[in-house]
């Protein structure tokens, strides 16, 4: 149980184009999801809190504009990379808390994103 | 300082050694995470623990609220264990993540 899948893995495009990027708990509900980015050899960085039905937060630094937060639904969340730059290639990896209770975060596997 | 620390950065052990990694934070927690991340990028989450041990097949993880310091044990290491290991907490204050730099061991056979 507690599967969060991404979509896509991987993903390369083109500078001056969109990419979006799904976050999916399979088998539970999650109201709250996040998004982190990582750059090689560092540690997470948590880049927005996810709220379904409701605005993101950002963190401090995180162009709201640039990364589009979308939480539809109780189960997906996407991440909008808006006219990407090489500079935004990074890993990208969105986790989520599951309704019935704790703190516990589930992770997706990450996706990949090169901008060329 | 960074509010979570783990140590070692790097580690590397032959096949079949014990392996402790530390860490240690210096804010108040609700819970603790131990994560791992292989080459790939993919996180799973070892471990979620408030107190006392958690131990699932060959790995085990404690926590010391008092002193604000867990550790992860991983007993009759093989290469396949070669990932980041990851600690991370979850702030009384708050839902966040906080995480620490990463463990990196490498575990020859």
């Known amino acids: 149980g507690a599967v969060v899948s991404q979509h896509p893995s991987r993903v390369i495009c083109k500078s001056g184009t969109s990419v979006k990027i799904e976050c999916r708990s399979l088998?539970?509900?999650?109201?709250?999801m996040f998004w982190y980015r990582q750059f090689p050899k560092q540690s997470l960085m948590l880049m927005a809190t996810s709220n379904e039905g409701s605005k993101a937060t950002y963190e401090q630094g995180v162009e709201k504009d640039k990364f589009l937060i979308n939480h539809a639904s109780l189960t997906l969340s996407t991440l909008t990379v808006t006219s990407a730059h090489p500079e935004d290639s990074s890993f990208y990896i969105c986790s989520a808390r599951d309704n019935r209770g704790g703190v516990e975060q589930y992770f997706g596997p990450g996706t990949r994103l090169t901008v060329t | 300082k960074n509010e979570v620390e783990q140590s070692p950065q790097n580690l590397t052990a032959q096949e079949g050694e014990f392996i402790t990694i530390n860490c240690s934070y210096s804010v108040g927690i609700s819970a603790l995470h131990w994560l791992q991340q292989h080459p790939g990028g993919g996180i799973v989450s070892l471990f979620m623990?408030?107190?006392g041990k958690k131990k699932h097949g060959r790995l085990i993880a404690t926590i010391n609220i008092q002193e604000k310091h867990s550790s992860l044990h991983i007993t009759a290491s093989h290469p396949r264990d070669s990932a980041v290991y990851i600690c991370?907490?979850?702030?009384?204050?708050?839902?966040?993540?906080?995480f620490g730099e990463g463990t990196q061991l490498t575990v020859n056979p």
């Open positions: 991370a907490v979850i702030e009384t204050s708050g839902s966040r993540l906080t």
């Open positions: 623990l408030s107190s």
């Open positions: 088998d539970f509900q999650a109201t709250t």
